[in-house]
């Protein structure tokens, strides 16, 4: 697979020196280099690419800014001398953030990142279906954490975060449990109580208000009760 790219940087040097870097790398394909976002926007009109490397502080435009008016979005790499804008370029959906001077391991792990998503991106749609069933994304710690289902032991509000609780480890991501629930497998997850989502697998047994997994003991709210009960529980008692 090739990944075309094109570079927008308004200094000189910094477009030569990215270009180094892309020419060790056979599958990326140079398509244009811009010194501003206005120039890039015009030739985006019309051509398609798969990665921009993007800088952000150029006069005009400024990179964050030329990411927002972007209607068709390809990846992007931004590409800068500022590591305050970090956390506002996550927002934006960005591919990883490379702070100036670039070391090429860490630029070759950003572009690997970027064929990756194309490569998967290619496979047929049942193919994709089938394998984002095991799996979810969530943002923790300003990147992108690839969570398994089958790994996750519960999860517990707080305000506006959630606490992932998994074997051996924890993630907080910023979200509400309406939110992340609404975007679990139904059949996998259930919420329990105002605050505690439950894999259903790592229930071990159910008491009157508390549900326990191998380690822990969860709140079974009287206003969720019920409709746990009838979903997961008397589908499967086995009457005498």
């Given at each position: 697979m090739t990944v075309n790219y094109i570079i927008v940087d308004d200094e000189p040097l910094a477009r030569d020196g990215m270009m180094l870097n892309c020419e060790q790398v056979p599958y990326l394909i140079h398509k244009g280099s811009f010194p501003n976002a206005i120039e890039a926007s015009s030739y985006l009109s019309s051509a398609e690419v798969d990665l921009i490397f993007l800088d952000i502080e150029m006069p005009g435009l400024n990179g964050l800014d030329f990411i927002r008016s972007l209607k068709n979005r390809p990846h992007i790499i931004l590409c800068t001398a500022y590591p305050q804008y970090a956390l506002e370029s996550y927002e934006l959906d960005?591919?990883?953030?490379?702070?100036?001077?670039?070391?090429?391991?860490?630029?070759?792990?950003?572009?690997?990142?970027?064929?990756?998503?194309?490569e998967l991106g290619s496979h047929k749609s049942s193919d994709i279906d089938s394998y984002k069933e095991t799996f979810m994304y969530i943002r923790s710690d300003r990147q992108y954490v690839k969570v398994f289902y089958d790994e996750v032991l519960y999860i517990k509000g707080m305000k506006d975060y959630v606490v992932i609780h998994c074997k051996g480890?924890?993630?907080?991501?910023?979200?509400?449990?309406?939110?992340?629930?609404?975007?679990?497998?139904?059949?996998?997850?259930?919420?329990?109580?105002?605050?505690?989502?439950?894999?259903?697998?790592?229930?071990?047994?159910?008491?009157?208000?508390?549900?326990?997994?191998?380690?822990?003991?969860?709140?079974?709210g009287p206003s969720y009760k019920d409709d746990f009960v009838d979903r997961f529980v008397k589908t499967n008692l086995i009457s005498r």
């Open positions: 960005v591919i990883d953030y490379l702070v100036k001077p670039i070391r090429f391991e860490r630029f070759f792990l950003a572009v690997n990142k970027v064929k990756d998503y194309l480890k924890k993630f907080m991501t910023s979200m509400n449990v309406k939110t992340i629930l609404e975007q679990l497998p139904a059949d996998r997850f259930a919420r329990i109580s105002k605050s505690y989502i439950i894999q259903i697998k790592a229930i071990v047994s159910i008491g009157t208000d508390t549900i326990y997994t191998t380690d822990n003991e969860l709140p079974l």
